[in-house]
């Protein structure tokens, strides 16, 4: 099923689009994967017995992670058309609905999020980092230059993020339809004297590595996995250009000059002489080419690194958005920097919040090297998480027969559990840093999920029936012209702030409207189905929004774009009040001390709703209203 108008474009415009989207993220990892295995933190001989186990690990793993679980089965699992962790944990819940094992799903969907922070901070990082790292095989005499130009070239990618992403796109096909390329022809120069590497794709090699090894080839596999880092991305970017576009570049273009590279590298370290590989497998990327070629392959390679970390940056704007939507995070300033693609926005305090952590990374640990340490646990503990929903989909939602799909998954659970298990290893060495972002975000998270809830529930057992009110009210209070519309997160009850408007200001408008905004699991909510309306009598009406968590709700668009209520909404005669909630500490069940105050400091930062639902702020009044939770 091709969605949002993906059919309008030919296939090769949009399997271009994900060649420059999609596969940024792992199509750079040629830069440091293969070199890691050897130089990392759990360095291997470099032998032929080595190189062609390594390299064989890297094309199973390519093989069994990337295409058959992701491109072939995962992505097959879409909520209308998106992906990612949210996504399918909306999907799994819109489906399934409330059962008694559906919590720790939810809560293995939250951390899948909350580990993809900890990612989108160190990809930037160790991509731009490998990438100008190149320079001190041009010359060493740029080694002290590193690190600032590296500073210098993250600091500037953050600070165009405002101005959007929608022109800089259009080049990111062809940049890394070039880059790709190069990948292909540096591979293939370096094969051809060296033909015999190829026997690599045999996995008894990889079989031997470990017969030979043992637990140091169960190590080197937290090396091996930076080689398909990014494959989640694959899935996550999928509503931006459909399921068929991804498998066709992954199958036929990205895969193939991944993979070849990498043979490249393999070959050119096995035809070199002892004293020589030890240097050369300190940066076999960029020895790859000629001393003439590689000043622009290390250009190129930086290009490729900026556009890989744009595509994580702009992921981790998208996972915000749908967290905020679905209701487990606080309402965020969001800027739309497209005027035709939804998808195009930025996010002012996620950007910010990013980059002091890129540069502190790249501070921190002052290597591409020593960041590989850190990476791989996030990314590892997400496609391991994957696997779980996964598992709910194949047994709850498509019903596959029991013996395939157990074979299947596990198949995926060893694999996933081998890469997480040998990623664990390093965490002293900075495997720490993603967890550690993992835990904040997911307690942040589900702090605002569970605070958010307790305040609607005791809002709701404090809230007076709507037809005694309307009763009781409409005849007795003094009633003005105009329209009065009270926004209430609960289609239940009397919103507080039209108690607190009677009892202070003593009158009522002609036209009350009571508005619910609802998020649905889906990403979209066709208009048609938006508004929904019911007459109370006596003037009062309850009204409901219905939005996908992909879309941003727009009040006063959606109340003139329909003839409900009556009579039209004009917005020069319509009111809209808002409830500014205090929390007061309470003894009642619910969260922890230590929560409650977390949870009111997020709502306390949180975005006002009169920006959220973009309510003219001219016609806007705030009454405050105290709930314990």
Same mark, same amino acid.
């Given at each position: ?11 090769? +415009? ?28 759990? #360095? ?78 160190? *990809? ?15 010359? #060493? ?29 259009? /080049? ?11 990948? *292909? ?25 470990f017969i030979t090894d043992g637990f140091t080839a169960f190590l080197s596999l937290g090396a091996v996995v930076l080689a398909v880092t990014g494959a989640e991305a694959l899935y996550a970017d999928m509503g931006h250009f459909g399921r068929r576009p991804?498998?066709?570049s992954w199958v036929y273009f990205v895969l193939p000059a991944l993979m070849i590279n990498y043979l490249g590298q393999g070959a050119m370290i096995m035809s070199l002489p002892p004293l020589e590989k030890m240097e050369v497998i300190q940066n076999p ?65 996620? @950007? ?70 040998? @990623? ?50 409409? @005849?007795?209070?003094?009633?003005? #012209?105009? *329209? ?18 009677? +009892? ?21 909510? #066709? ?46 005669? *319509? ?8 929390? /007061? ?32 702020? @001219? ?11």
């Amino acid at each position: 099923m091709e969605v949002h108008g993906h059919g309008k474009d030919g296939l090769a +415009k949009l399997a271009l689009s994900a060649v420059g989207v999609v596969f940024g993220d792992i199509g750079t990892s040629p830069l440091y994967a293969f070199r890691e295995t050897f130089v990392g933190h759990h #360095p291997l001989a470099v032998d032929n017995l080595h190189v062609l186990g390594v390299l064989s690990l890297i094309f199973w793993s390519m093989m069994l992670v990337v295409t058959i679980k992701y491109v072939t089965i995962i992505t097959r699992a879409d909520n209308k058309g998106e992906g990612g962790s949210l996504a399918l944990l909306a999907l799994i819940s819109s489906k399934l609905g409330e059962k008694r094992w559906s919590m720790p799903i939810v809560l293995l969907g939250v951390f899948a999020t909350a580990l993809f922070y900890g990612d989108s901070m160190i *990809t930037p990082a160790i991509s731009v980092l490998s990438a100008v790292e190149g320079l001190r095989v041009v010359s #060493p005499a740029f080694g002290d230059l590193v690190i600032p130009i590296a500073v210098t070239i993250l600091v500037c990618l953050f600070l165009i993020q405002r101005r959007g992403t929608a022109k800089v796109g259009m /080049l990111f096909g062809p940049i890394m339809a070039v880059y790709f390329v190069t990948l *292909t022809v540096l591979g293939v120069i370096n094969i051809l004297p060296r033909p015999d590497v190829l026997v690599a794709l045999n996995p008894w090699y990889a079989v031997q590595f470990f017969i030979t090894d043992g637990f140091t080839a169960f190590l080197s596999l937290g090396a091996v996995v930076l080689a398909v880092t990014g494959a989640e991305a694959l899935y996550a970017d999928m509503g931006h250009f459909g399921r068929r576009p991804i498998r066709v570049s992954w199958v036929y273009f990205v895969l193939p000059a991944l993979m070849i590279n990498y043979l490249g590298q393999g070959a050119m370290i096995m035809s070199l002489p002892p004293l020589e590989k030890m240097e050369v497998i300190q940066n076999p990327f960029f020895y790859l080419a000629s001393d003439a070629f590689r000043l622009p392959l290390v250009i190129l390679a930086t290009m490729a690194t900026v556009i890989a970390s744009q595509a994580v940056i702009s992921g981790a704007f998208s996972v915000t958005q749908q967290a905020i939507q679905l209701g487990f995070m606080p309402r965020l300033r969001i800027t739309h920097t497209s005027a035709s693609a939804a998808g195009q926005i930025y996010i002012p305090v996620i @950007n910010w919040a990013l980059m002091v952590m890129v540069i502190l990374l790249v501070l921190m640990f002052g290597s591409s090297s020593n960041l590989a340490a850190a990476y791989g646990i996030a990314v590892t503990g997400a496609m391991f998480i994957d696997t779980c929903l996964l598992a709910v989909v194949l047994f709850g939602l498509w019903r596959w027969n029991k013996l395939l799909a157990g074979a299947l998954l596990t198949v995926f659970f060893i694999v996933d559990f081998s890469y997480f298990g040998a @990623n664990l290893t390093k965490v002293p060495e900075g495997g720490w840093f993603p967890l550690l972002v993992g835990f904040v975000a997911f307690t942040m998270l589900t702090t605002w999920a569970k605070g958010r809830k307790l305040m609607i529930e005791r809002m709701r057992e404090a809230a007076m029936p709507t037809e005694v009110f309307v009763k009781s009210a409409a @005849n007795s209070a003094t009633r003005v #012209p105009g *329209t009065a519309v009270f926004m209430t997160s609960t289609a239940e009850g009397v919103p507080h702030a039209l108690l607190h408007n009677l +009892k202070h200001n003593k009158v009522l408008h002609e036209r009350v409207v009571l508005l619910t905004v609802n998020i649905e699991d889906v990403p979209f909510v #066709p208009a048609q189905a938006r508004a929904q309306s019911e007459d109370l009598g006596s003037g009062f009406y309850r009204v409901i929004l219905r939005y996908g968590f992909m879309q941003d709700p727009d009040v006063p668009a959606a109340l003139t774009g329909y003839d409900i209520c009556g009579a039209k909404f004009k917005m020069m005669d *319509t009111s809209f009040f808002l409830a500014r909630q205090t929390l /007061l500490p309470s003894s009642r069940p619910g969260m922890a001390v230590w929560r409650e105050k977390l949870f009111a400091w997020m709502l306390r930062n949180a975005e006002s709703a009169m920006e959220f639902f973009k309510l003219p702020t @001219n016609r806007v009044v705030e009454l405050g209203s105290q709930v314990e939770i």
